[in-house]
């Protein structure tokens, strides 16, 4: 039976899918020349002959790309090439001028790592089968209505790392997983802005389905333009279903390269798939050997920071959180160093946690600020988070104080004492507040008495409005439960 019937008989499919990741590196200058990487330059401002190929230039590698390359490799586990050269990839491109690209197609610097990703609560290790260092190539600015097509070659010599995987992945949700924990760690490392909307971080996903249990891989489709880590996931989400209806109705899934089009949400062909002799590499001569000393690669080794992986796994561990809330602290590594400066600060860390969760990341959020644009200290907010331990504000009060503190930087002690903010646990003067309320409502008073608990919930709010927010909810509830004629409330 051929394996195209086999396929059709088939009742579940698998999904099979690798990842060929670009990461724009940020240094100040290209792999091999001085023209600066700065993004949004206007078109062709940042080129010269070294990077346009011109006959007769000498390139003369990045030493802090190599650096940034290494670093990531590193992080990544993998074996290091000690020997860095480069090989001419040949291929025509409108935007490569050259006509060939600078990368390292016979020694990639690191070979067999791996990245472990969290996926509905389980671990999985993804195999990294090889990282390399190449230039990027320029870019084709196509005019509507086919009116023509400009080169902008500002991006041409712009030092990348590739990551191949293995194919490893199985879903959309751990493609997402994959691509959302390499950004985090390129971040942590500190060697690219991995910006998506401005190409620092390119994804292509090559995706194949086969019979489940299957030991033969299905054709392989690259599918590219993906620009956003949500249009991965749903970039592959399509192209599995494509491939699968095609199975089932007993075609064959040509292997090509697709481009994703995120408007119409569907994949379409745009060229059959290169092979690597279709490059026709050959070694550059014109690139002088670097070699990396072992002292070299372990100080870099050694000056590697924590990484996502371990620091989720410590913050855990070290302060009791869940798995969610040490997921969104270190999602962002500057809220992460908020957070531990804080507990260092005497914070208590699950209180911190949910404070810089939800009402700072909304003040953050909402402003389009970052972390370091608001200008709380780890010292300020340990004081805050005292200030309601001990009873001097209440919780809505201290989301007041919160803002005066993210709008001008004072201390909160300052703002309570200042703005009189200080909570009311006088029973006497609490009493004659609850008084006036319970007069003023006969009827929630009335449906309170005869079982409707909310009501209760509306009298507290009206105390509390009376006081502006300053009341001690506990002992406002106490109160109007005594006042009330509960047994229990006195």
Not at 180 to 203: C, H, N, P, Q
Not at 248 to 253: D, H, K, L
Not at 361 to 385: C, F, H, K, M
Request: aromatic share 6%; net charge negative.
């Amino acid at each position: 039976m051929s394996a195209v019937r086999e396929e059709a008989r088939a009742t579940e499919y698998e999904a099979v899918i690798g990842f060929e990741v670009h990461v724009e590196l940020a240094t100040a200058t290209k792999l091999f020349c001085s023209c600066p990487t700065t993004f949004g330059a206007p078109p062709n401002a940042h080129t010269c002959p070294i990077c346009l190929g011109h006959p007769g230039t000498l390139p003369l590698l990045n030493e802090r790309a190599v650096e940034y390359a290494l670093r990531a490799a590193l992080a990544l586990g993998c074996e290091i090439e000690r020997r860095v050269h480069f090989d001419r990839k040949h291929y025509f491109y409108p935007d490569l001028p050259k006509a060939y690209q600078m990368s390292q197609v016979h020694a990639p610097i690191g070979r067999n790592g791996a990245l472990t990703i969290e996926v509905g609560g389980r671990t999985k290790v993804i195999r990294i089968r090889e990282m390399h260092l190449e230039e990027d190539a320029g870019k084709s600015v196509h005019l509507p209505d086919d009116a023509g097509t400009l080169i902008d070659l500002n991006r041409a010599g712009v030092p990348l790392i590739e990551i191949v995987t293995e194919p490893d992945i199985s879903s959309p949700e751990e493609a997402r997983a994959f691509l959302e924990e390499l950004r985090l760690t390129m971040l942590y490392l500190g060697i690219s802005d991995v910006r998506m909307e401005e190409g620092s971080l390119r994804a292509d996903a090559n995706v194949s389905v086969r019979p489940k249990g299957s030991p033969v891989l299905g054709s392989k489709v690259e599918v590219k333009n993906l620009n956003s880590i949500s249009g991965v996931e749903r970039a592959v989400a399509y192209e599995i279903e494509r491939q699968v209806a095609l199975l089932r109705r007993g075609e064959r899934v040509v292997s090509e390269t697709r481009r994703w089009d995120e408007d119409r949400r569907l994949t379409f062909p745009m060229r059959q798939k290169f092979g690597g002799e279709d490059y026709r590499p050959i070694h550059d001569p014109e690139v002088v050997p670097y070699v990396l000393e072992e002292s070299y690669v372990e100080r870099v080794r050694a000056e590697l920071p924590e990484l996502p992986h371990a620091r989720r796994k410590r913050l855990r561990e070290a302060y009791g959180l869940s798995a969610y809330d040490a997921g969104v602290l270190t999602a962002n590594r500057e809220l992460g160093d908020l957070f531990e400066a804080g507990v260092r600060e005497g914070a208590p860390p699950k209180p911190l946690a949910n404070w810089l969760m939800s009402e700072f990341l909304g003040y953050v959020n909402e402003r389009g600020l970052s972390v370091r644009d608001v200008p709380i200290t780890p010292r300020q907010w340990a004081e805050l988070l005292a200030l309601i331990e001990e009873g001097t504000i209440s919780t809505k009060i201290a989301k007041t104080v919160f803002q005066r503190m993210a709008e001008s930087g004072r201390d909160p002690r300052e703002i309570v004492e200042t703005e009189g903010l200080v909570q009311i646990a006088d029973p006497e003067a609490l009493r004659k507040i609850v008084e006036r309320v319970i007069e003023a409502n006969p009827k929630s008073v009335e449906d309170y008495r005869k079982g409707k608990e909310k009501a209760l919930g509306f009298l507290v709010g009206q105390v509390m409005r009376e006081t502006r927010g300053k009341a001690h909810p506990e002992l406002v509830n106490r109160l109007l439960r005594e006042a009330l004629g509960e047994p229990g409330g006195a």
